[in-house]
């Protein structure tokens, strides 16, 4: 049986698929409500639950702007363009400012941003992933350069070799880990500077960087 859209339908969907493919991320529901010009949010809840149960996009519980496109073959006549058949995740761009006593969980509370990411391309597997801000230079013999967007996944106990992103002294450093690291120690590297050891009741480790994104 073919899902067909109504008009409005398909205009919430179109604005979705464009706002995520300029911004990278899906639109708020008041965007959403702003651009079909319907009188409240609960209008476009019941829009989203049509959406979704047309199989054109899944909603992801307890996450803000979690909308997600979903390929389906059976498109409405309306819209001639078939969906693209990807599948995105969205997640936090982490601040770069102080961290509060080296307490991590003060970098996903007030996030700068949203990335949506492209399963197809970012083997994402189920876990937890954010984006940190590449800083400086600091480490660019590594290939990472000031301002890259490096995607992290989310860990505390990185590999050694692993490019680690880490909490020490309330400021937020990237330092690969030693692959012969004694066991219950951190022994840190960057270009140019001498090796860190720093014990891990004084050095917090957030992530293992797994992918470089850059703006030509």
């Avoid at 609960?42 to 996009?57: F, P, Q, S, T």
């Avoid at 992530?207 to 994104?213: F, N, Q, S």
Wanted: net charge positive; glycine share 6%.
């Amino acid at each position: 049986m073919e899902m067909y859209l109504t008009q409005r339908q398909q205009r919430a969907l179109d604005f979705i698929r464009d706002y995520i493919a300029e911004h990278g991320f899906a639109p708020s529901y008041e965007e959403i409500r702003q651009h079909i010009g319907v009188a409240s949010l609960n209008a476009v809840r019941e829009l989203l639950d049509g959406l979704e149960r047309k199989g054109y996009i899944r909603r992801l519980a307890g996450r803000s702007r979690a909308l997600v496109l979903l390929n389906n073959q059976n498109h409405s006549p309306q819209h001639h363009s078939p969906l693209p058949e990807r599948r995105c995740e969205t997640v936090p761009i982490i601040s770069s400012a102080p961290v509060e006593n080296d307490n991590p969980l003060s970098l996903f509370l007030r996030p700068r941003g949203l990335l949506s990411l492209d399963t197809e391309f970012f083997r994402l597997d189920g876990k937890t992933w954010f984006v940190a801000i590449a800083p400086d230079d600091e480490v660019a013999d590594w290939g990472i350069m000031r301002g890259d967007a490096l995607v992290v996944e989310q860990t505390d106990q990185p590999s050694g070799g692993d490019i680690t992103v880490c909490i020490a002294n309330g400021k937020q450093i990237l330092r690969r880990l030693a692959k012969n690291a004694r066991k219950g120690h951190l022994e840190l590297h960057a270009p140019n500077h001498p090796p860190l050891l720093l014990d891990r009741e004084r050095v917090r480790v957030v992530g293992v960087v797994r992918w470089i994104i850059r703006r030509l």
